[in-house]
């Protein structure tokens, strides 16, 4: 993977990747280079299985207020986007690696798909959501419309769309939207934390689990069952599996070699 990315960085550690939207000067606002260099980093993640957990986090206060309005209006040029870069919501959903959306800050528009596009939410004490794009005139990207019903309902979905405005990390967890909230201070700490608590897991067992909540989504049960069925087959007949087996017996951690 290239490193001279401007708006975007990642880098792995002991089985965690750490994907960072980076124009912290502008809360991490969307441009077109920015979802151009997230589409080519999301593109190359899937054959990278050193990094078993991916963290979303923002650089500096924010976390993703949306489209850069003021850079959007000023006049710059942009290149282009192609309709394929507009699936780097869907890319980040089914990613083979569990995610985990940092919510340090400001989360709105496009902020919102792309954090409702991770396995799990956690937000700092400071963070503020709100969906937006109908207060300015648009009907919205980046799927919250799909993504958002089957996390808080379908209800809750459309007022949150419908009716945009701020509403606190609190008011993010009270509506199922994030997993837990945690005081700005110790926030990086616990999702890193959180984040190596999956990255220690058994590696073949982890990907194939995430692969089954991706699947469940688009399946039959009796479809979902079959391949259910064949990946804890899979999965079960492992170096892994049998040595979390003995582990469980001799009450001692399991030390997993992903095979």
Not at 62 to 91: I, K, N, R, W
Not at 151 to 156: E, P
Not at 195 to 207: D, E, G, H, I
Not at 244 to 251: G, I, S, T
Request: glycine share 8%; charged share 25%; with cysteine.
């Amino acid at each position: 993977m290239r490193n001279d990315f401007q708006t975007v960085t990642f880098s792995v550690s002991e089985g965690i990747g750490r994907l960072t939207l980076n124009r912290p000067e502008r809360l991490n606002g969307i441009t077109n280079q920015m979802i151009r260099e997230l589409y080519e980093i999301l593109a190359e993640l899937p054959a990278m299985p050193e990094a078993r957990v991916v963290v979303l986090t923002g650089a500096g206060k924010g976390f993703c207020p949306g489209a850069d309005l003021g850079h959007y209006s000023s006049g710059e040029p942009e290149l282009p986007l192609a309709p394929e870069h507009f699936q780097v919501t869907a890319m980040l959903h089914e990613l083979p690696q569990v995610t985990v959306a940092a919510i340090n800050g400001a989360c709105a528009g496009a902020g919102v798909g792309w954090a409702a596009a991770c396995d799990f939410r956690y937000a700092a004490r400071n963070a503020n959501f709100n969906s937006a794009f109908l207060g300015v005139g648009i009907s919205g990207d980046m799927a919250a419309p799909w993504l958002l019903p089957r996390i808080v309902g379908a209800a809750r979905a459309r007022e949150l769309c419908f009716f945009p405005g701020k509403f606190s990390a609190d008011d993010a967890e009270r509506a199922g939207f994030v997993s837990k909230v945690f005081d700005d201070d110790v926030f990086r700490a616990e999702v890193d934390a959180v984040a190596a608590r999956l990255a220690a897991s058994a590696p073949l067992a982890l990907r194939a689990m995430k692969q089954n909540f991706i699947a469940a989504e688009n399946m039959s049960l009796r479809e979902y069952i079959r391949i259910e069925t064949e990946r804890h087959q899979r999965t079960g007949a492992s170096e892994d599996s049998r040595a979390a087996f003995r582990a469980f017996v001799e009450k001692r951690p399991a030390e997993f070699k992903g095979r």
